[in-house]
């Protein structure tokens, strides 16, 4: 169960309540004695672009309000939301803090100091990768380049988009489209693409360009609601991308639809630059468009994973959650297991068995249900191809193939080259390896390269197969002793791994281990993958998600899983689909929930009758017997389903730990020999094992640190910037000659 929840609480509400979303109405941190200030598009330490969105909040009604951004009187940018609210867009930032100051006639006053930093980043991702290659329309090296606006409309003939000229007569086929607030519109798209944090991005809405609007009126069809759309896969490309796409069929129901291309974990599998640029396209959108009831934020596979990811690593962002083909993180040890066992299988000439690992045989040992999953072949998703996130060499994989192949990694010719392994791709957040783990290679160039947690000391490959019956004992005793580990630059060693301490810690609190503590705070609809189990996308990832909110919070109420191999109607990745009209549901109650409870019950509170497990099979135990979860290398070696230790505590070698399996006591030597420090003890947690700690930066530190609270305004306690302070010298005679002046004219008068 998690512990010291109000502390969780208080740091992820009062983010919300400077998000701009249908959230902050659950907290107000505007409050306490005097006037208020505070910014609403993002957190005050946190602003990009040089405009925040400010809001101040006065005591009692007054008159006479002027705000300053420093020396500049910005009083004219602000408007009455009610007799003691008013907002604006304060603009002209200047890099670094800002004081922003605002008082009244009647003498209330308040300042806050808000940091801006630049459009293209960073905010708190730390240092940028590089090097960095932008599209060929940029204008400098940060990819910067003047925002564009095109048009499509919905074709009432063909039932798809195409090109809109908001200056002509509208298209005969013009379509209309009714949106979830009742209103009838010309099915007219603006698509607005920009760059931000050196990501191209694009903001699509319902818009046909002819009446024009302000952050204040807003785009008159919009509902104020928003989509993020997701890419798959998972890369660390040193490019600029393009983004996801953002015609989707939520357009016409009113909502607004945001991508990004570093969002897009094929693009970037940062998770720390992900939700940076996630929060800077957002804090955009809600200064130039409106206020922001809720954000769902939609994925497959690699989408899922920044989504799951970026939701409990970085609460506030996202509101709601629609995933399929699921990844809970991407730290799962099974590719690199995937990519040392398949090494191991294809090499006969390293058994010492009499019987030959046929693929029935790799597929027990591996724990999955009728093919090897480590095998590539006729598999689109393969995990020995995905394997090559972790090859530092692989210039496709960080695409500097087509940019600069000569700066990419090589042991022997370029030994300070660019390495494109994910890992040294996420260096600010795993730091870099200590002298005591480095290989020749490091110690030639006098640095380590970054901190990989993979680590499979005590590993018990095959175990649950052998238990079964379904290898024997030779089997499992020649692959545990010969299979080994892929070594730091994608090679094999003859002996285990063992991750270094610095990474595991950091991949854990940084929330690249996702362990579901902050994932209770957003209803979540997880659509695994219909036939999945021969690929990276297994379907036992949904259900680690359940089992790891499970044990960080004590129920998954707020998890739905939706799964079958005929997933019609149950759509995730458009706006008319099944998923997406019970999650607009549930976001809808919760937002009209006003009573001063923890978020996570109002959660569980709204979920609607449709927010249920379902399946598409005749029943239920049909269902979970064809579609329910199999297993996957570690749970074949005795790990749980929540899979999410990535070193395990050791326990001695016992022969009464095998049941009725029988050892020769030559290989009972060899296994002894394979595992001279014990094997995993998968009942205790793991080593380093942690929670997720939200909001972490890297700006000024390699690893991370909690962010904590966000800046409040302070008491305006200097005299009013238009009252010149009169120096005593000069004031006392005056005082003085008053005084007289006053005695004398009391004297006339009697």
């Known amino acids: 169960m998690r512990l010291f929840v109000s502390a969780r609480l208080a740091i992820v509400l009062a983010l919300l309540a400077g998000s701009g979303s249908a959230s902050a109405a659950f907290a107000d941190p505007a409050t306490g004695p005097g006037m208020q200030l505070r910014t609403l598009s993002n957190r005050a330490d946190l602003i990009s672009g040089g405009d925040a969105l400010v809001e101040v909040a006065l005591t009692a009604p007054a008159t006479g309000l002027k705000v300053l951004a420093g020396a500049h009187d910005v009083t004219a940018a602000f408007r009455a939301v009610d007799p003691t609210h008013y907002r604006g867009v304060v603009d002209g930032l200047a890099a670094g803090p800002n004081v922003i100051t605002a008082q009244t006639a009647d003498g209330q006053g308040a300042q806050l100091t808000v940091t801006n930093h630049a459009i293209q980043g960073p905010v708190f991702s730390g240092p940028q990768v590089q090097p960095w290659y932008c599209l060929p329309d940029a204008l400098d090296a940060q990819c910067g380049r003047p925002v564009t606006y095109a048009y499509q409309y919905m074709s009432s003939v063909t039932g798809n988009f195409g090109a809109y000229d908001p200056s002509a007569a509208p298209p005969a086929d013009l379509a209309t489209t009714t949106t979830d607030q009742g209103k009838t519109v010309p099915y007219v798209v603006r698509v607005e693409s920009g760059d931000i944090d050196r990501s191209a991005y694009s903001i699509a809405v319902l818009y046909d360009g002819r009446e024009p609007f302000d952050r204040w009126t807003g785009p008159p069809a919009w509902n104020h609601k928003v989509v993020v759309t997701h890419g798959g896969g998972c890369g660390g490309m040193h490019t600029e991308g393009v983004t996801p796409p953002v015609l989707d069929a939520s357009l016409g129901r009113g909502f607004a639809v945001m991508s990004a291309a570093l969002e897009d974990s094929n693009q970037d599998c940062n998770l720390t630059v992900q939700a940076e640029s996630v929060m800077m396209t957002k804090e955009h959108l809600i200064e130039a468009y409106g206020d922001v009831r809720y954000v769902i934020g939609i994925g497959s596979s690699g989408g899922s994973l920044a989504a799951d990811q970026i939701a409990n690593a970085y609460p506030g962002l996202y509101d709601g959650l629609i995933v399929g083909a699921t990844f809970p993180d991407m730290m799962q040890p099974d590719l690199l297991d995937c990519l040392q066992l398949h090494r191991y299988f294809d090499s006969p000439q390293k058994w010492g068995i009499g019987v030959a690992w046929a693929e029935p045989f790799e597929a027990a040992a591996e724990d999955k249900q009728a093919t090897s999953v480590c095998r590539l072949e006729s598999l689109p998703f393969g995990p020995e191809d995905y394997s090559n996130m972790y090859n530092p060499s692989s210039a496709a994989w960080c695409n500097m193939d087509s940019h600069e192949p000569e700066r990419v990694y090589n042991a022997t010719t370029n030994p300070t080259g660019v390495r494109c392994a994910i890992q040294d791709y996420m260096v600010n957040v795993l730091g870099t390896r200590a002298p005591a783990y480095w290989g020749a290679v490091e110690k030639g160039i006098g ?115 939706w799964y079958g191999p005929d997933r019609s109607g149950m759509a995730f990745n458009v706006g008319d689909g099944n998923a997406f009209t019970v999650m607009d549901q549930w976001l809808t109650t919760m937002e009209h929930d006003k009573r001063d409870l923890p978020l996570e019950q109002k959660v ?38 929540a899979s999410d230790i990535m070193k395990c505590q050791l326990k001695p070698l016992t022969r009464t730990d095998y049941g009725s399996v029988v050892f020769s006591d030559a290989d009972w030597a060899s296994l002894q020999a394979a595992f001279p ?57 005056l005082v003085v000659a008053v005084v007289l002046l006053v005695g004398v004219r009391v004297r006339s008068a009697r």
């Open 677 to 733: 420090s014990g094997v995993c003890d998968w009942s205790k947690p793991g080593i380093g094992q942690q929670q997720t700690v939200a909001w972490q930066t890297y700006e000024n530190r390699t690893g991370g640190v909690a962010m904590g609270a966000p800046p409040t305004s302070e008491p305006l306690t200097d005299p009013p910037a238009d009252v010149p302070e009169v120096p005593f010298a000069i004031l006392l005679p």
């Open 604 to 641: 569980r509170d709204a979920k609607p009758a449709g927010a249920h497990d379902r399946c598409d099979l005749p029943d239920r135990a049909t269902c979970d017997a064809v579609m329910g979860p199999y297993g996957s290398v570690r749970m074949g070696a005795g790990d749980s389903p």
């Open 447 to 561: 640095k380590g390269f970054a901190n990989r947690p993979f680590d499979n000391v005590g590993v018990q490959y095959g175990l649950k197969a052998l238990k079964a019956g379904t290898i024997t004992a030779a089997q499992f005793v020649d692959l545990n002793n010969k299979v080994g580990a892929p070594d730091i630059d994608f090679g094999s060693q003859a002996t285990r791994v063992e991750a270094e301490p610095a990474g595991l810690e950091r991949a854990y609190r940084s929330g690249m281990v996702n362990e579901a503590n902050n994932l209770d705070l957003v209803p979540i609809i997880d659509i695994p993958n219909p036939a999945d189990n021969y690929d990276i996308h297994d379907r036992w990832k949904s259900w680690s998600i359940r089992a790891r909110l499970d044990a960080a919070n004590g129920n998954h109420d707020n998890h739905v899983l």
